[in-house]
């Protein structure tokens, strides 16, 4: 015991915060080995947690992220509520809950909703030189909808003009166009067609009937009745980033402007019922468009359901993430529990050894606590001096055993990414990091309590005769 410490306790003075943070570095100092060792068995117990503990965070964020990717978790989508798709004049009654202007403004009013859009869509036959796509999805969106969605952008902008139509093509569309002359496509040999949206003509027929019914018939030879429908040049607005291993909900789709969508398609089907709309009892269209969904956003999560009851209360289908992702997320925190469990026995055997590196610190210093008694020495700072042991053996396993588990991290989710996987399997993040390392101070410190309380009840003249 240094002689400045011993001064101070015979003038009646307790020890200072630094003198005990002194002497129990030093004594750990003096026990090398074991102090290592002792640290190793902490550092292994917090590395399994963290990286136990960071598989089901990985799982979940992955999750959450491919949630936003595919609508995010405060969207609803609202439908009709008997049907997906119009079907002609059969679904024209009267009384049937349409997906209409009215409606966009009535949810529109809802005081958590920010922004509501109605969603045409269409599908139609594109063609590019040899190439072929015989039922391309255009879904026309408002522009504050298309702004909204983020889309990754590998070129180009999003169509926010609603002067002139064009055309943002989804990362798979290209995948989705046939050779004509080899009946050959991607899905059949893995050949990406040779198509630049951008720079190549790309054609769209939007009256497919029409086409069909003026095709040879069933290949005889045979002219098909009616007149070839107008084919029309694809204005090209951007193409959303990915690859052909990208899948996401708009990876399939092309995106649009609603309104020039709207008027080229009255302009086109002037006097006619448009595909898709559907008709009055006598087979005559309508003045207005009813569309096939309304795409709409909440303020935030929490009122998500509030806002989907209220739609699904005046008839209509609504569907959002938010169904889901709670059990989603008691899954992960079931899976979570499990694997923090399993990582916790190792911390536990860690704190076996912690108390075992402690009483025999005891038994090793049984003199040396005598002398501290019987100088006047407090109880306090006794049992302080080695719960401080203990806590130091937590600090550095804890500190260690985090830059561990960054390193094992790493290691799993490069290999996840050489399986091709596009998802962070194990996430760390600094709440645990910090959390474990507070955690593993804690195992240390009530490791060590009860050596502590038997160094504080030695006996000052039987410490002192002990050899």
């Known amino acids: ?19 005990l943070l002194y002497m129990s570095s030093g004594s750990l100092w003096k026990r090398k080995v074991r102090t290592i060792l002792t640290v190793l068995g ?42 997906y798709s119009y079907d002609g004049g059969e679904t024209a009654e009267k009384d049937k809950k349409r997906l209409d202007d009215d409606l966009v403004k009535l949810i529109r009013g809802n005081p958590h909703v920010k922004l509501v859009s109605p969603v045409l869509t269409v599908n139609v036959l594109a063609k590019c030189g040899a190439y072929e796509n015989n039922y391309m999805e255009i879904r026309g969106m408002s522009s504050e909808a298309l702004q909204n969605m983020d889309f990754p952008l590998a070129d180009g902008e999003i169509p926010v003009r609603e002067d002139e139509l064009v055309f943002l093509y989804g990362n798979q569309v290209i995948a989705e166009f046939m050779n004509s002359r080899t009946n050959s496509g991607y899905w059949m040999d893995g050949t990406i067609p040779d198509i630049d949206f951008k720079n190549d003509s790309v054609f769209i027929i939007y009256d497919m009937d029409s086409y069909y019914n003026s095709m040879d018939n069933l290949g005889n030879g045979q002219q098909g009745s009616g007149k070839p429908p107008k084919k029309y040049l694809a204005g090209y607005a951007g193409l959303i980033d990915g690859g052909m291993d990208t899948y996401k909900s708009y990876s399939w789709r092309v995106y649009c402007n609603i309104v020039p969508l709207e008027a080229h398609l009255k302009r086109l089907f002037r006097g006619k019922v448009i595909p898709g709309q559907p008709s009055t009892a006598s087979g005559k269209p309508y003045k207005q468009f009813y569309y096939n969904e309304l795409y709409v956003e909440v303020d935030d999560m929490a009122n998500v359901s509030e806002v989907q009851k209220w739609i699904t209360d005046m008839g209509y289908q609504t569907y959002s993430n938010t169904e889901w992702v709670d059990s989603m997320k008691k899954q992960y925190s079931y899976i979570q529990a499990v694997l923090g469990g399993i990582g916790a026995v190792s ?73 091709g996987m596009e998802m962070t399997l194990s996430y760390i993040p600094l709440w645990l990091a910090g959390s474990s390392v507070g955690f593993a101070i804690l195992v240390g410190m009530v490791a060590g309590f009860f050596p502590a309380l038997r160094a504080m009840r030695l006996s000052p003249l039987a410490a002192i005769r002990n050899e």
Do not use: H, W
């Open 1 to 19: 015991m240094p002689a400045r410490f011993v001064m101070r306790v015979l003038k009646g003075n307790r020890m200072r915060l630094d003198d």
């Open 42 to 83: 902490v550092v292994i117990g917090t590395a399994s947690i963290v990286v136990m503990v960071s598989l089901g965070l990985g799982l979940n964020r992955s999750t959450m992220q491919d949630i936003e990717e595919n609508g995010g978790l405060t969207s609803i989508e609202v439908r009709e509520a008997d049907s």
């Open 347 to 419: 911390l536990i055997v860690a704190a076996i050894g912690i108390t075992n590196t402690m009483m025999m610190s005891i038994y090793e210093r049984t003199k040396e606590i005598g002398v501290m008694k019987v100088i006047g020495c407090d109880m306090r700072d006794i049992r302080t001096l080695f719960l401080m042991e203990a806590g130091f053996i937590g600090l550095i396993g804890g500190v260690v055993g985090i830059g561990f588990s960054f390193l094992i991290s790493f290691i799993i989710n490069q290999i996840v990414m050489k399986m």
